[in-house]
């Protein structure tokens, strides 16, 4: 069973940063595509940043060059970075892991962590 577990959300104010991590201890990195995935309720789901099992990373238009997704894996630990956010940034943000992932379509992911809040103030 795969499991993963975030960290690191909370609540900022507009332009800050925050680091979200998500540990995934039972996943070999070179056999599955790490993503990062955030939904609101009524919404839905919306693919933010993928890194392939290849380590090629793939990132929605809507946060390209203010987040960026990296996976270290000595320590089974996958991050995403997010600067200059905004209040549209708010969200539940999880991370999902697949073994056959092409694109950012959480439909391609098998496994998924519960989630951690997000707030942007304005």
């Known amino acids: 069973q795969v499991q993963l577990v975030e960290s690191g959300g909370g609540l900022v104010q507009t332009g800050g940063s925050l680091k979200l991590s998500c540990r995934v201890p039972h996943v070999t990195f070179g056999d599955y595509a790490l993503g990062w995935f955030r939904q609101r309720p009524g919404k839905e789901r919306e693919g933010v940043a993928q890194i392939s099992s290849e380590g090629i990373t793939t990132y929605a238009d809507s946060v390209k060059g203010r987040f960026t997704i990296r996976r270290e894996g000595a320590k089974k630990i996958m991050q995403l970075q997010m600067s200059d956010l905004k209040p549209e940034d708010t969200d539940m943000y999880s991370c999902?892991?697949?073994?056959?992932?092409?694109?950012?379509?959480?439909?391609?992911?098998?496994?998924w962590g519960q989630g951690t809040q997000v707030t942007v103030s304005s």
């Open positions: 999902a892991a697949g073994a056959y992932c092409y694109s950012l379509r959480s439909s391609e992911y098998d496994y």
